[in-house]
């Protein structure tokens, strides 16, 4: 039981990227997924997170209007669709699944991707 995220690179400052998380050994419609970010000396936080349902979503303040985050029950894959990137967006992205509740707490997740780096330069 794994997930994969997928996506990360380097972008110039205005950018867009789309990460991927992709489990394998479970169906993801049944998790809230969250995406994560760390970067170097900083904790990790919480982006974005989606509810099962789809119908509860999460967006951290620094990213409402540039990311989007969805999920594809077809490809059974989340999607974190990131737009006018900035350089204070550059960490390494985790993506992660919980079974129970919609909650953005880092500790509330059960699997956790290996992290995909995105690096923003200015």
């Known amino acids: 039981v794994q997930l994969q995220a997928s996506g990360g690179g380097l972008v110039q400052s205005g950018g867009s990227l789309r990460l991927s998380c992709k489990p394998s050994?479970?169906?993801?419609?049944?998790?809230?997924v969250g995406w994560f970010r760390q970067a170097p000396g900083k904790e990790r936080e919480a982006v974005s997170c989606i509810s099962s349902s789809s119908t509860n979503t999460y967006y951290l303040d620094s990213v409402k209007g540039r990311f989007t985050m969805t999920r594809d029950s077809t490809q059974n894959t989340a999607y974190l669709q990131m737009n006018d990137l900035r350089p204070e967006d550059t960490a390494v992205y985790y993506c992660a699944a919980q079974l129970i509740g919609s909650s953005p707490s880092v500790g509330q997740y059960t699997y956790w991707g290996q992290g995909t780096q995105v690096t923003v330069s200015s």
């Open positions: 050994g479970f169906n993801l419609d049944y998790y809230t």
